[in-house]
């Protein structure tokens, strides 16, 4: 079953607008890891934040999350048109014992236009 | 360093035929797992292994079988291929499956078409 759900499933924005895309849970998780997957292409990852933090920045990525409330945001700032691809959040949450599977969910399709 | 190399990337099936998909790493990792990703889903895990010699099954195992007699191979073979077993399929690999924080790195996909 889907742990964490993305939310808008898809988005669309004028380059340099910011772009923020949402992600909820719903166990509890050691930590929430955001990755990217351009068409066609395997998934990347981005940034990982663990339960114990708040808040997280990489570049002009800024990562959030609410423990209290199970949800997650990512921020992209100042997008380009080599962003538009999808987002995916995924959480480890020790599925089946093993605290290496991560669980996805479904996804945001970010398209910038130039 | 060539990552996470999987193969084919492209494969048309009959239904009832068997194929392997091949997945390598050279990172030395001790985790490996396989995806399926469908249309407007994230991606399912399917099998996963903790190391040479250790598998198990993940969200969705039906209908596949893997094994793991080298850290760097981790194959995924389709018995008797289904349609519903359409889908692409990403083999992933991470140092270590112990603590949090592991970053996944994934192949570029393997598309499987049953007919």
């Known amino acids: 079953s889907q742990q964490g759900e993305e939310d808008p499933q898809a988005l669309s924005i004028q380059e340099g607008e910011n772009a923020t895309m949402n992600c909820s849970y719903k166990?509890?998780?050691?930590?929430l890891q955001w990755y990217r997957q351009n068409s066609g292409r395997g998934l990347v990852h981005l940034i990982l934040?663990?339960?114990?933090?708040r808040e997280k920045h990489s570049g002009r990525l800024r990562v959030t999350l609410d423990t209290s409330k199970k949800s997650s945001s990512l921020l992209i700032t100042a997008s380009r048109a080599a962003d538009t691809a999808s987002y995916f959040c995924a959480t480890d949450a020790g599925y089946g014992g093993s605290q290496g599977n991560l669980i996805f969910g479904k996804g945001t399709k970010l398209s910038v236009k130039p | 360093n060539a990552g996470v190399t999987q193969t084919p990337k492209f494969q048309v099936l009959k239904t009832g035929q068997s194929m392997t998909l091949q997945c390598a790493q050279d990172?030395?990792?001790?985790?490996m797992s396989w995806y399926r990703q469908d249309p407007g889903m994230g991606l399912r895990l399917i099998h996963y292994s903790v190391g040479a010699g250790i598998t198990d099954q993940g969200e969705v195992p039906n209908g596949y079988n893997v094994s793991r007699s080298t850290t760097e191979d981790f194959p995924l073979r389709l018995l008797s291929a289904a349609p519903s077993q359409t889908s692409v399929y990403f083999c992933?690999?991470?140092?270590?499956?112990?603590?949090?924080?592991?970053?996944?790195?994934f192949g570029e996909g393997s598309w499987l078409t049953v007919v």
């Open positions: 990172m030395n990792h001790e985790y």
């Open positions: 934040i663990r339960s114990n933090e």
């Open positions: 992933a690999s991470s140092y270590s499956v112990s603590g949090s924080g592991n970053t996944i790195y």
């Open positions: 166990t509890s998780i050691n930590n």
